[in-house]
């Protein structure tokens, strides 16, 4: 018998083995709750989320001073032995306006990906969410699942699951209640320059005083260069307009051409828009009570006023000439 058949191989004891105990080993990879200090925790990197001092903000500080955080934040373990918010930064905010020092934390294992999606999909449950924030934050997500889908042990292939046989932008759609085309279009928003973007979210935030630009015209706009947004932007603060969607998409059109001069955006966005052309309002109460009986449609009663205008005016008109 040789020398290396009477050996016995015993299983290699660590340290962990000598001063914890089994059931301390087998927690260390379950979720657990902790007050953890608020200056021990970082915010998500790239969090697409504004946390804003608005009046629900002031409403949370008020809840957190009577009753304290009801919902336990969520974060993580960084390498640096630090913590990161993944789901809860505007319950730490509060928590600090509240001069209050720690939050109850759930603590969880996650991997980048898995935080990416957790810390997204807890705030889409916002009340008001503005363009910009929808955009980085589908955008991210969508990102983060093609990424899980790259792994062979989720069953996922680069551009979806497999056992669904749905694209991860498909899944993305089901998932937030959109359409595939309104996730694609918000996720264009993210080419935009920052202060374009701005004009978007001023549709949200009902800036009277601001400019402000729809969602179509915005995606059209994303597909210009950096330098053509740019000079697309000092045209709308010299005109005061932003543009439409047929505008947006002539701009678009030249670019791609390589024809989209600084001229030929100003003569684009001078071009009078349908919304911009001034309408007379008439009280149609008023006009009811004079006009045929017989006029039964609204297009019927608006050519029957444009007669009898213009033939009043051509009586004017006669009158003048006969006066001279």
């Known amino acids: 018998m040789s020398k290396n058949a009477n050996k016995m191989h015993l299983p290699k004891v660590t ?7 089994q059931e301390m080993r087998d ?10 200090p608020i ?13 804003r001092d608005d009046q629900k903000m002031i409403e949370t500080v008020e809840s957190v001073k009577e009753n304290g ?13 630090n913590y990161e918010m993944v789901a809860g930064h505007r319950r730490k905010r509060a928590c600090e306006l509240a001069k209050i020092d720690k939050i109850p934390c759930l603590v969880k294992e996650l991997t980048d990906d898995q935080a990416t999606i957790i810390m997204v ?3 889409l449950q ?11 934050a589908y955008k991210m997500k969508l990102e983060a699942m093609k990424r899980q889908g790259k792994r062979t042990d989720l069953t996922c292939d680069q551009d979806g699951y497999k056992l669904s046989g749905k694209k991860s932008v498909e899944i993305l759609a089901e998932e937030v209640g959109e359409s595939k085309t309104q996730v694609q279009r918000y996720i264009r928003l993210t080419e935009l320059i920052p202060e374009i973007l701005e004009l978007v979210d001023n549709q949200i935030l009902c800036n009277n005083d601001k400019q ?10 994303s597909y ?7 000079t697309l932007l000092d045209t709308i603060e010299c005109l005061q307009v932003t543009p439409s969607h047929a505008q947006a998409i002539v701009m678009r059109k030249r670019s791609e051409e390589g024809t989209l001069t600084a001229d030929k955006i100003d003569e684009i966005m001078s071009q009078e828009k349908a919304n911009q052309i001034p309408k007379i309002k008439l009280n149609e109460d008023r006009f009811l009570k004079v006009l045929p009986s017989r006029l039964k449609t609204a297009q019927e009663r608006e050519d029957y006023i444009f007669y009898c205008v213009s033939e009043t005016r051509k009586r004017e008109l006669k009158q003048k000439e006969y006066a001279r």
């Open 15 to 21: 340290r962990d083995d000598l001063f914890t105990t």
């Open 27 to 36: 927690n260390q990879n379950k979720d657990y709750i902790e007050y953890v």
């Open 39 to 51: 200056k021990d925790i970082d915010d998500f990197p790239n969090h697409p989320f504004k946390v």
């Open 69 to 81: 955080v009801l919902v336990p934040a969520i974060v993580r373990i960084k390498e640096d032995g």
């Open 121 to 123: 999909d807890s705030n």
């Open 126 to 136: 916002r009340e008001q969410i503005l363009p910009s924030e929808r955009a980085f």
């Open 212 to 221: 402000k630009m729809a969602l179509l015209p915005a995606v059209e706009i």
């Open 224 to 230: 210009l260069k950096e330098d053509e947004q740019y």
